[in-house]
């Protein structure tokens, strides 16, 4: 095994269940990391995620939070006044999550230039 890779266990590599499929699915969602890294500094109000998270509608935020919630990557804090106020915080999941969402942000910075000249580039299927 090289170093640094991970042993799956009994999942094996392309079973339905494997852990890692699971995890790879969060970053499927285009919003899930996103809020996340908003999230980076410590809990946040859903009004205040949405000024600081260009493009996202409140019903997206809003599902992704209780995507992140039923993750058990943020804890909701309800706090007892009128109005109702809101909090949403990263568990000790979130915050780990938060070590592959920087590897990703340094790669993409890494290789922007690349990945925009390819989009450039005529197809080719002409």
């Not at 799956?8 to 996340?36: E, I, K, Q, S």
Request: charged share 25%; proline share 9%; hydrophobic share 40%.
């Amino acid at each position: 095994m090289e170093p640094g890779t991970v042993e799956f266990g009994p999942y094996g590599d392309f079973v339905a269940d494997c852990p890692a499929r699971a995890a790879m699915d969060l970053f499927a969602n285009t919003w899930l990391p996103v809020v996340v890294f908003a999230l980076r500094d410590g809990p946040l109000r859903p009004g205040q995620m949405q000024r600081a998270i260009g493009g996202v509608s409140q019903k997206m935020l809003t599902q992704t939070l209780r995507r992140l919630e039923h993750s058990g990557l943020v804890q909701r804090r309800r706090y007892p006044e009128a109005p109702p106020r809101v909090e949403y915080g990263l568990t000790r999941a979130g915050r780990e999550l938060l070590i592959p969402i920087h590897a990703l942000g340094e790669w993409a910075h890494r290789h922007a230039d690349t990945i925009s000249s390819a989009h450039a580039a005529p197809d080719g299927d002409d």
